[in-house]
């Protein structure tokens, strides 16, 4: 039974989306303030996170930080803020997914049962020397693309910032980090070169992005790859 861990300081709501996942088959554990909620992050396992931002004792911008670096699973958030900054921050800090309040119960559960099934198959593929996402193949030992069994030909640099995208699904990295942790030191002051490096990615994975594109521009924030 897959468990999943709601951090909600509003109980009434809690109680609701605990009655509608254990209802779908899931074991629920409830959190009423930020900082249980991050005890049971460190000292439990769950397969999912549903997370609200504004929490006493520590909001979910700061177990964002704290989590998302450190545990490899999904974190949906939910929550009454509806501009769009706290949607770029949260992703950029590491969330999967972002709902707002208010929503259907029938709609939550639909999202987490995608989330657990997509990072249930990510995990099973990464394990294997082959990553398969859609119609994208990556042979890891072999350092080579594929879309649709049609090999695709990439550099050593495109490789190897797609790769680390494609290991990293659904977080948002900026142009900074992605140089730092794909060529290895600081950007300094160009990131014309992940720009770039982005833009023939694209064409050579993605050749018709209107059906299905695989690395997202989030606007003010950064790239990352969509599972």
Not at 60 to 76: H, Q
Request: hydrophobic residues 40%.
């Amino acid at each position: 039974m897959k468990r999943i861990l709601i951090i909600e300081d509003d109980k009434s709501i809690s109680e609701l989306q605990k009655d509608y996942l254990e209802m779908s088959g899931y074991e629920v554990v409830c959190a009423f303030d930020g900082k249980t909620g991050f005890d049971y992050i460190k000292n439990d396992n769950f397969d999912l996170i549903i997370l609200d931002l504004m929490l006493p004792g520590k909001d979910g911008f700061e177990i964002l930080k704290e989590v998302a670096d450190s545990k490899e699973i999904p974190i949906l958030i939910v929550s009454a803020k509806t501009d769009e900054v706290y949607k770029i921050k949260g992703l950029n800090l590491g969330a999967d997914d972002y709902i707002t309040k208010p929503f259907s119960m029938g709609e939550l559960v639909a999202r987490v049962n995608s989330h657990i099934k997509t990072y249930e198959k990510f995990k099973n593929s990464i394990k294997k020397k082959l990553i398969v996402v859609g119609a994208l193949s990556i042979d890891r030992g072999d350092r080579r693309v594929y879309i649709d069994d049609n090999e695709v030909l990439l550099t050593q640099k495109e490789f190897d910032l797609l790769l680390f995208l494609i290991e990293n699904p659904n977080r948002v990295f900026s142009k900074e980090e992605l140089f730092e942790r794909v060529w290895g030191y600081d950007a300094l002051s160009d990131t014309t070169t992940i720009t770039v490096h982005i833009a023939r990615i694209r064409e050579k994975i993605q050749p018709n992005p209107e059906s299905r594109q695989y690395i997202e521009t989030v606007w003010g924030a950064g790239y990352r790859f969509k599972i």
